[in-house]
């Protein structure tokens, strides 16, 4: 079964959420309605909480992770993700905090304690260092990311149509195991 409980806590997912049959998902992990959970996405609320927000897509081959409460992390760092994000294929998000209409581009990492604010766009292969703030509407791009430029409208506008378009998608794919 690819949705588990951890010692005794199972998974909560919200209304027409679509998980992947190949993705696992566990422990103490609460996903908000409309998101969509790809093929080989790993969302592991092992040693801390996972909150995944409403209408967000992760992308094949995402590991989503914390920050477990130890001698020198006393209080750890939950992964905490907001609504309308984008996950592209292979991220790393590690115990960090993602606002409201983000897209993380493909392979990039979020490490620990890092908090992306909302209306933010990650470039593919980017790295976010542990602690660091990106702050709302701003292009970040590299290793380490560097705020590049503000986004346009446009790119603003691009959070909810995408977020919007992979809801479809994932209707589209939860018709298909009713039928089936």
């Known amino acids: 079964m690819n949705i588990r409980?951890?010692?005794?806590?199972?998974p909560t997912l919200g209304n027409k959420t679509f998980v992947d049959p190949s993705a696992v998902v566990l422990?103490?992990?609460?996903?908000?309605?409309?998101?969509?959970?790809?093929?080989?996405?790993v969302i592991r609320g092992d040693m801390h909480k996972i909150r995944i927000g409403h209408?967000?897509?992760?992308?094949?081959?995402?590991i989503l992770h914390i920050t477990h409460a130890g001698p020198y992390n006393p209080e750890g760092f939950p992964l905490i993700i907001g609504?309308?994000?984008?996950?592209?294929?292979?991220a790393m998000l590690h115990g960090c905090?993602?606002?409201?209409?983000?897209?993380?581009?493909m392979g990039a990492t979020i490490m620990d304690g890092a908090v992306v604010e909302s209306d933010v766009?990650?470039?593919?292969g980017s790295l976010v260092p542990p602690g660091k703030i990106l702050a709302s509407g701003f292009l970040y791009v590299g290793r380490p990311a560097k705020q590049v430029r503000a986004l346009s409208e446009a790119e603003m506008n691009y959070f909810t149509y995408t977020a919007g378009n992979y809801v479809k998608l994932k209707d589209k794919h939860?018709?298909?195991e009713w039928a089936g």
């Open 27 to 41: 422990g103490d992990v609460i996903i908000g309605d409309d998101t969509s959970i790809w093929p080989l996405v």
């Open 174 to 176: 939860l018709q298909e």
């Open 121 to 124: 766009v990650i470039g593919a």
């Open 97 to 105: 905090t993602i606002g409201d209409r983000v897209l993380v581009g």
């Open 5 to 10: 409980s951890f010692q005794g806590i199972t």
């Open 55 to 62: 209408s967000c897509s992760i992308q094949d081959g995402s």
């Open 83 to 90: 609504d309308h994000v984008t996950v592209g294929h292979q």
